[in-house]
């Protein structure tokens, strides 16, 4: 097995999002935050911008931004909300579109979203809504939202009726991923955004998949190298899918790998603080794993090592024991069967042809799915 070197840190690193007129740059490094107000000057059409954020991430990192911008002759104001998805609600929106309008922000006037994937889809659907479209920067702060969802364009809020029903693709004008916000991160969180690491090496990319196994703990231990390394490859991974299908007809259900499974177990689990996205994806990603292998397309001994990967790291293999959830495959599938990327009555499923080669079906019958799941259960 080859391992590919560690690359010096380098002090930026730049992947494009190719989106013709749409699109923009991110970069990756360590304090990113402290220069951000002299990256991002040069695109800001007006020298003014809203700033929104949560409590958690204010206490730790907004001073840094705020001090860059006031370096940068940026005028800001800043908003904060709860920590958490609750502030991800109909009723936040409505607060935040209220106050900016009462600060008299303007059309050509930006936001910039500081925090994770809830700030960052929040502030993304007022810029998009604001005056009929702001332009808005992601600066994210926890893994998930630097390799994940801060590129791409999909913004949002939940609904009472479910999760990201309100929303519009709407893409950033800049990302700056500063991987030194990642130490304040807490363990699972960060474990939660690897997992949608490992997911770009496990669908297309197998020589990444071979330098996570080798440095994969080094990702979650806090070597700087290996993270900006790691979200570097992440992003790229997503750009180039998202710069081929910018709204989902195609390829860009790859992305959803472990995600059918993983939905239907955060479905069952109500969203709860037992289970969060990355640990039911991750379990997600080990079914549609194991379901490959029991249709004959992936070899045992990849699942293996995929399984033996995630163990080394933490992340979980099996659903967990959690009170008052009687784990059944028939509700499972029940879960399944409601999942919005269901198409023509069948469930759509990604699987692995092998690590680093996955595929989209909708060609695999509920009996197969419903014995794996009773399987995974066992
Ligand atoms: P989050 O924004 O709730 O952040 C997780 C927790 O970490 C919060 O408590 C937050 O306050 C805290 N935090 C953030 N940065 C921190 C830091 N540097 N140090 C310490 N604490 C910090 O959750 P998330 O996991 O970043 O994002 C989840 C959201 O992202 C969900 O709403 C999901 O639907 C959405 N999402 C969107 C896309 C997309 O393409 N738009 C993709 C994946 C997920
Ligand atoms: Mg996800």
């Known amino acids: 097995m080859t391992s590919l070197p560690l690359e010096p840190a380098p002090a930026l690193s730049s992947v494009q999002v190719a989106l013709g007129s749409r699109s923009y740059d991110i970069l990756i490094g360590a304090d990113v935050i402290d220069s951000a107000g002299s990256v991002i000057r040069d ?132 990302v700056l991923a500063d991987i030194s916000t990642l130490d304040t991160l807490p363990q699972r969180e960060l474990l939660a955004g690897y997992a949608e690491v490992v997911k770009y090496g496990l669908l297309g990319d197998y020589q990444f998949f071979e330098w996570l196994e080798t440095n994969g703990k080094k990702v979650i231990d806090g070597d700087a190298a290996a993270r900006i390394y790691a979200v570097e490859q992440s992003v790229k991974a997503k750009a180039r899918i998202v710069a081929e299908d910018e709204r989902e007809g195609g390829i860009r259900a790859l992305l959803n790998l472990g995600h059918t499974f993983g939905h239907a177990l955060e479905a069952e689990t109500g969203y709860g603080a037992h289970l969060n996205h990355g640990e039911a994806v991750a379990i997600g990603m080990i079914m549609a794993t194991e379901l490959s292998v029991r249709l004959g397309i992936l070899e045992s001994q990849d699942s293996g090592r995929i399984r033996a990967h995630f163990k080394s790291v933490g992340l979980p293999v099996a659903v967990p024991e959690i009170a008052g959830v009687n784990w059944t495959a028939e509700n499972l599938l029940a879960h399944m069967r409601q999942d919005k990327k269901i198409s023509g009555g069948k469930i759509t499923l990604i699987l692995l042809n092998a690590i680093g080669d996955a595929f989209s079906t909708n060609n695999i019958d509920e009996p197969d799915i419903l014995s794996l799941l009773k399987q995974e259960l066992q």
């Open 43 to 174: 695109i800001l059409k007006n020298p003014r911008v809203a700033i929104i954020t949560d409590d958690n991430v204010a206490k730790l990192h907004l001073k840094r931004l705020q001090a860059s911008l006031t370096d940068a002759g940026i005028e800001h104001s800043a908003i904060i909300f709860p920590a958490g998805e609750s502030s991800k609600s109909i009723a936040t929106y409505g607060d935040l579109m209220n106050r900016l309008l009462d600060s008299r922000l303007q059309r050509d006037e930006a936001l910039i979203a500081l925090g994770g994937g809830v700030i960052g889809d929040l502030t993304g659907f007022a810029a998009a809504t604001l005056r009929r479209g702001v332009d808005f920067i992601q600066i994210p702060t926890t893994l998930l939202s630097q390799v994940d969802s801060s590129v791409g364009g999909k913004t949002g809020i939940n609904a009472p009726q479910g999760k990201n029903l309100i929303g519009a693709f709407y893409q950033p004008r800049m």
